[in-house]
């Protein structure tokens, strides 16, 4: 069955360096989405990538869907402590049947030190 | 107010006894899914339904059932819970397959 593969998975960074997350899967995705998950809280959704190569920008957080639609990467800028959390991406599987069923990395636990 | 809600959202059980989660949102979504979170494993689907009385097998079906008679609400049923059940479990909902996600608050499950 489909896979997808988070990295890294724990990830300690001083305030105000940059930081990437990384999810690759085994098979091609329709779409990707992207939650952060802060320590004690429940998943909230921050955005969903559907093209080729789409590149999407929040702040300081930068999105990228790759190329095959196998891959797609977070990368936040300069972080805060406010950026602390676990951050998942979830991947649907572009071919097949069971087009509701939803794939979720490991998720990357970040840690800010400030 | 647009929420996810989830009942109860702590729960210590013992092997064998069936049990159920509610789970109910109040944005006339479609589509409701059930995960579990384990350490290093993240969310993994449990079962999914897109809409009343369509429900399908997420990656993770084994030991639950769920039921999805009306569109606000959608189950979740252990029907004998087992030790390896323990996890975290969320619930969420969107206005559409492939759409944004709402979870709920999270319910704590302990099968001893």
């Known amino acids: 069955g489909q896979q997808v593969m988070q990295i890294p998975q724990y990830q300690h960074v001083q305030e105000g360096e940059d930081f990437t997350t990384y999810c690759n899967s085994s098979t091609t995705l329709s779409n990707i989405q992207w939650y952060k998950q802060r320590p004690g809280g429940h998943p909230v959704f921050l955005i969903q990538?559907?093209?080729?190569?789409e590149v999407k920008k929040q702040k300081r957080l930068t999105f990228q869907f790759g190329e095959a639609k196998k891959n797609s990467s977070l990368h936040i800028t300069a972080t805060q402590t406010t950026d602390v959390g676990t951050y998942f991406c979830a991947g649907r599987n572009a071919g097949g049947t069971s087009y509701g069923k939803l794939t979720f990395g490991q998720g990357t636990i970040l840690t800010v030190h400030p | 107010e647009a929420q996810v809600t989830q009942n109860p959202r702590y729960l210590i059980t013992v092997t064998g006894k069936k049990l159920t989660v509610t789970c109910s949102q109040n944005?006339?979504?479609?589509?409701m899914s059930w995960y579990r979170q384990d350490p290093g494993l993240g969310l993994r689907q449990i079962y999914y339904s897109m809409n009343v009385e369509v429900t399908d097998k997420g990656d993770v079906p084994e030991g639950y059932k769920v039921s999805r008679k009306e569109k606000r609400n959608f189950p979740l049923i252990l029907e004998s819970p087992s030790p390896n059940q323990t996890s975290l479990y969320f619930c969420a909902s969107s206005f559409g397959t492939g759409l944004e996600q709402y979870f709920g608050p999270g319910t704590r499950l302990t099968v001893t």
């Open positions: 990538l559907v093209k080729s190569g």
């Open positions: 944005m006339n979504h479609e589509y």
